[in-house]
């Protein structure tokens, strides 16, 4: 088997992988119904998948003897643009309060913190009964 026809099956492979993170993309995209639970498919796996397909571009233009470096570049700015814009559709539906609140924390003083109010309470009782 020569290099050139593993660099054809990895180019196959990666082209099959980035369609199927497309296709998962596009049918959750498609299934869910709240615009937050939406924006998750084609933000995370989309990504993928389009970086599977620039990755066996690479792989092609490396074979026939070219020297590609767009994909790396479209690459990052894939990656560090997506979460990003993910952000801000999720920030506009916040702000337009177009998808429910979460529910308040029972004790606002444990939402953000290490500690266990139910070990605190057992520490309480326990100090209480060696007081008396």
């Not at 020569?2 to 990895?10: D, H, K, Q």
């Not at 989309?46 to 590609?68: C, K, P, Q, V, Y």
């Not at 500690?115 to 057992?122: I, K, R, W, Y």
Request: aromatic letters at 10%; one cysteine or more; charged letters at 15%.
């Amino acid at each position: 088997m020569s290099w050139l026809e593993i660099g054809n099956l990895a180019v196959a492979f990666c082209l099959l992988v980035g369609s199927g993170f497309v296709t998962v993309g596009v049918f959750g995209l498609l299934k869910f119904n709240d615009p937050m639970t939406r924006l998750h498919a084609p933000t995370k796996v989309g990504t993928l998948g389009i970086g599977m397909f620039l990755l066996a571009s690479m792989i092609h233009s490396f074979l026939i003897g070219d020297r590609s470096y767009h994909e790396p570049l479209i690459m990052a700015f894939l990656f560090v643009t997506a979460p990003i814009s993910a952000h801000f559709i999720a920030k506009v539906n916040i702000h337009k309060r177009a998808c429910e609140t979460p529910p308040a924390p029972p004790r606002d003083d444990t939402w953000s913190t290490l500690t266990d109010p139910d070990v605190e309470a057992e520490a309480e009782a326990d100090a209480a009964k060696a007081q008396e």
